[in-house]
Each structure stands twice: as structure tokens, then as C-alpha cells.
């Protein structure tokens, strides 16, 4: 069984500004980083786009380090302490009246 090297879309920290978004995407397609900055100054410059396409790239795209973006980590913990509530649920509840 032959291994793939597959691309992944990840902010990275070579070439961070901010958060790693636009060097990231730029790594991911092939293009130069600044290229990816500047439609993004121009997206936010006619509408202000840019701003939401970059917050929504950082909260979704994962760090390089890590193995899940931000959301979903929150989106785990919500759910591990949905769980840890529902422990409850077949006993019952202190302080109900």
C-alpha cells in the first residue's frame, strides 16, 4: 500500500501575521502569502468581506501543531460537558422541589 502526501489546509507559522491564515492558504495553494493578503485587503476594502473570510479561516482552519481547529475544540467541550450534566439524569437531581 503506496502512502499519499496530501495537502492540508492548516495556518501555519512560517510567514504568521496574525494568525497564520493568509500564509496557510498561500502555502496551500501555491501562491505567495502576500498575494492572499492583498484580495483580502481588497475584499475588505469593497463590502468588508476580507475581515469575515479571515475570522472564519481562523476559527475553522486548524493550527499546524494541533489536529483540530478551534471550533472544534469548543464544539468538544460542549459536548464532554453535556455529558457530564446528563450524569444526572438517571438519578435524581439535587435541589428540585
Not at 501555491?30 to 485587503?41: S, T
Not at 493550527?63 to 459536548?79: G, N, P
Request: charged content about 25%; hydrophobic content about 35%.
Amino acid at each position: 500500500m503506496s502512502e499519499y502526501n496530501v495537502k492540508k489546509l492548516r495556518r501555519t507559522h512560517k510567514g504568521r501575521i496574525i494568525a497564520g491564515v493568509c500564509s496557510g492558504v498561500g502555502e496551500y495553494v501555491g501562491v505567495d502569502a502576500n498575494m492572499v493578503r492583498i484580495a483580502l485587503a481588497i475584499a475588505t476594502l469593497f463590502g468588508g468581506l476580507g475581515v469575515g473570510i479571515y475570522a472564519i479561516g481562523w476559527l475553522l482552519m486548524p493550527d499546524e501543531e494541533h489536529d483540530t481547529s478551534i471550533v472544534q475544540d469548543l464544539v468538544s467541550k460542549q459536548q464532554e460537558n453535556k455529558a457530564t450534566s446528563s450524569d444526572w439524569s438517571s438519578e435524581e437531581r439535587p435541589y428540585q422541589k
